[in-house]
């Protein structure tokens, strides 16, 4: 890594264009002085078994360096901190070997991914210290990024946090896409956005007061692919980056520092039906999305992420005491400034000479209709922070903090539904559910913004607002292991905002 840095640095007139764009985010931590390569998660494609391909996960207890001269301790997969991108085809069958190494119980969640019930990697899958959990399943997943992490009972928060998690690109082997960017780590790229705290002496600083359980732990650092401030080389006119908000709490809103626009291309579970010109793009902890940078213009681009305080939404809320938060909150919309932090993301310099990159194709993919009258019922969801947070009993859905034990719905196996969800709180939460990718039918009854329109397993939630869900449950059944719901705000999550449901035949 530091030849490489040192060959990038040492290019003619690059350090010069860097000096000249290089924005240093107002929040970022201000020990990091030179700029660090992205690092690229290695790609594990797993290794064929008769009809298997096996994955073999070790997660394991680690030393990371985010800031030189000073070591932190962290979670990682197979290395220190984070994991390796898994490259899974479509229609193989996977298996994939986990095993804990750690000194507490975890578990291995495949966000975004319709697998069993047993398969899925909630806390009915723990993994004790030293086990080894074997989770098999068919890829059925359209192409795009997916994301494994810990989902340990009451422990999502901290694990993740020190670095439980990792990639999952899904493609189609079939289906050839040559009209996309996709050499893994050239012009196909994944990009794993979380905010730390770090302490004086380098180590994790992760919820320490009820203020961070309550909006949520948020960090002063950003890390991206578990590096502070990255530099990517540029080797093709077009670069395609795969974002993964995979941070506790913060919502981030990405957009480059000169305001140039990209083009989105796919949501969390697959392609969007055609390209979106977009300057800016919000993304809640658990969202993903595949964008296309244009380079050829041959200058360097800082790709930002300004987030606002998740207080935001209680302070106005507590002045205004009225329902219209909704409108007030969303981009565009504006709303006074004082309350953003802006971190750098991705410095992307590109070569004096680029590859060609083919063309965007104006249309991916055609999604089925969305059609309300496929549902068989409606079920709501109320999302509430209550009092007596304190015993954990504020974090609600329905009234109900999460129960093991308890399953809180019952759907039928090949049946569509409406699931309604309210947010009856003054703070944003990101709702994800297991097993489906689903469709917004409408945000307090208005249709969803065209990025919003393909395949989704994370939706955000404006303060008050309530959004209508279309989604469908197939193949797979099971009397009494159940999928969750929840907040993807991990703090929220783990202090028992999040339900269960069982798919019954
Ligand atoms: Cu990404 Cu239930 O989690
Ligand atoms: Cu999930
Ligand atoms: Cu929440």
Same mark, same amino acid.
């Given at each position: 890594?530091?030849?490489?840095?040192?060959?990038?640095?040492?290019?003619?007139?690059?350090?010069?264009?860097?000096?000249?764009?290089?924005?240093?985010?107002?929040?970022?931590?201000?020990?990091?002085?030179?700029?660090?390569?992205?690092?690229?998660?290695?790609?594990?494609?797993?290794?064929?078994?008769?009809?298997?391909?096996?994955?073999?996960?070790?997660?394991?207890?680690?030393?990371?360096?985010?800031?030189?001269?000073?070591?932190?301790?962290?979670?990682?997969?197979?290395?220190?901190?984070?994991?390796?991108?898994?490259?899974?085809?479509?229609?193989?069958?996977?298996?994939?070997?986990?095993?804990?190494?750690?000194?507490?119980?975890?578990?291995?969640?495949?966000?975004?991914?319709?697998?069993?019930?047993?398969?899925?990697?909630?806390?009915?899958?723990?993994?004790?210290?030293?086990?080894?959990?074997?989770?098999?399943?068919?890829?059925?997943?359209?192409?795009?990024?997916?994301?494994?992490?810990?989902?340990?009972?009451?422990?999502?928060?901290?694990?993740?946090?020190?670095?439980?998690?990792?990639?999952?690109?899904?493609?189609?082997?079939?289906? $050839?896409?040559p009209e996309l960017p996709d050499s893994y780590g050239v012009d196909d790229v994944? $990009?794993?956005?979380?905010?730390?705290?770090?302490?004086?002496?380098?180590?994790?600083?992760?919820?320490?007061?009820?203020?961070?359980?309550?909006?949520?732990?948020?960090?002063?650092?950003?890390?991206?692919?578990?590096?502070?401030?990255?530099?990517f080389e540029c080797k093709t006119e077009l670069l395609r980056l795969?974002?993964?908000?995979?941070?506790?709490?913060?919502?981030?809103?990405?957009?480059?520092?000169?305001?140039?626009?990209?083009?989105?291309?796919?949501?969390?579970?697959?392609?969007?039906?055609?390209?979106?010109?977009?300057?800016?793009?919000?993304?809640?902890?658990?969202?993903?999305?595949?964008?296309l940078i244009d380079m050829r213009h041959g200058?360097?681009?800082?790709?930002?992420?300004?987030?606002?305080?998740?207080?935001?939404?209680?302070?106005?809320?507590?002045?205004?005491?009225?329902?219209?938060?909704?409108?007030?909150?969303?981009?565009?919309?504006?709303?006074?400034?004082?309350?953003?932090?802006?971190?750098?993301?991705?410095?992307i310099v590109p070569n004096a000479k680029l590859d060609p990159s083919p063309s965007v194709?104006?249309?991916?993919?055609?999604?089925?209709?969305?059609?309300?009258?496929?549902?068989?019922?409606?079920?709501?969801?109320?999302?509430?922070?209550?009092?007596?947070?304190?015993?954990?009993?504020?974090?609600?859905?329905?009234?109900?903090?999460?129960?093991?034990?308890?399953?809180?719905?019952?759907?039928?196996?090949?049946?569509?539904?409406?699931?309604?969800?309210?947010?009856?709180?003054?703070?944003?939460?990101?709702?994800?559910?297991?097993?489906?990718?689903?469709?917004?039918?409408?945000?307090?009854?208005?249709?969803?913004?065209?990025?919003?329109?393909?395949?989704?397993?994370?939706?955000?939630?404006?303060?008050?607002?309530?959004?209508?869900?279309?989604?469908?449950?197939?193949?797979?059944?099971?009397?009494?292991?159940?999928?969750?719901?929840?907040?993807?705000?991990?703090?929220?999550?783990?202090?028992?905002?999040?339900?269960?449901?069982?798919?019954?035949?």
């Amino acid at each position: 890594m530091l030849t490489r840095r040192d060959t990038l640095w040492g290019m003619g007139g690059l350090s010069l264009a860097l000096t000249a764009c290089g924005q240093a985010g107002s929040t970022q931590s201000q020990q990091q002085s030179k700029r660090n390569l992205l690092k690229i998660p290695e790609l594990l494609s797993g290794t064929k078994r008769g009809v298997y391909t096996e994955y073999n996960l070790k997660i394991q207890n680690g030393t990371s360096t985010f800031f030189e001269g000073r070591s932190t301790s962290t979670i990682g997969v197979n290395q220190a901190y984070l994991g390796p991108t898994l490259k899974m085809d479509v229609g193989s069958t996977v298996r994939i070997n986990v095993n804990n190494t750690l000194q507490e119980e975890t578990t291995l969640h495949w966000h975004g991914f319709h697998v069993p019930a047993k398969y899925d990697g909630t806390p009915h899958q723990t993994m004790m210290p030293g086990e080894t959990w074997t989770a098999q399943f068919e890829v059925r997943q359209n192409p795009s990024l997916f994301w494994y992490h810990s989902h340990a009972h009451k422990q999502a928060g901290p694990q993740v946090y020190r670095g439980l998690a990792g990639p999952i690109i899904v493609k189609d082997p079939n289906r $050839l896409e040559p009209e996309l960017p996709d050499s893994y780590g050239v012009d196909d790229v994944p $990009l794993i956005v979380q905010d730390r705290l770090f302490g004086n002496n380098g180590e994790l600083i992760y919820a320490r007061s009820m203020h961070d359980i309550m909006m949520g732990m948020q960090g002063d650092t950003l890390l991206v692919n578990g590096i502070v401030d990255p530099v990517f080389e540029c080797k093709t006119e077009l670069l395609r980056l795969r974002l993964l908000n995979g941070s506790n709490a913060r919502i981030y809103d990405f957009q480059f520092a000169n305001r140039q626009s990209f083009l989105m291309i796919g949501s969390d579970g697959g392609h969007l039906e055609k390209a979106l010109e977009m300057s800016q793009l919000r993304l809640s902890p658990g969202e993903r999305a595949d964008i296309l940078i244009d380079m050829r213009h041959g200058e360097p681009r800082q790709l930002i992420a300004a987030s606002t305080s998740n207080e935001m939404g209680m302070m106005d809320g507590a002045m205004m005491d009225g329902g219209m938060m909704g409108n007030r909150w969303w981009p565009g919309n504006d709303r006074e400034d004082q309350d953003r932090s802006t971190f750098n993301v991705l410095l992307i310099v590109p070569n004096a000479k680029l590859d060609p990159s083919p063309s965007v194709p104006t249309v991916f993919m055609k999604h089925a209709a969305v059609n309300p009258a496929d549902a068989v019922r409606t079920r709501q969801f109320v999302l509430r922070m209550g009092m007596g947070m304190r015993s954990g009993n504020g974090f609600t859905i329905n009234g109900r903090s999460m129960d093991m034990g308890r399953i809180d719905e019952r759907v039928k196996l090949n049946t569509t539904e409406i699931w309604e969800v309210q947010n009856a709180s003054w703070m944003p939460h990101p709702f994800h559910i297991h097993d489906v990718q689903f469709r917004i039918l409408d945000r307090d009854g208005r249709l969803p913004a065209p990025h919003e329109t393909g395949l989704k397993d994370t939706v955000l939630l404006a303060p008050r607002e309530r959004v209508r869900l279309l989604l469908s449950f197939k193949n797979y059944a099971d009397p009494d292991i159940p999928y969750m719901y929840h907040c993807h705000i991990l703090e929220h999550e783990d202090a028992g905002m999040m339900g269960q449901f069982v798919v019954e035949s």
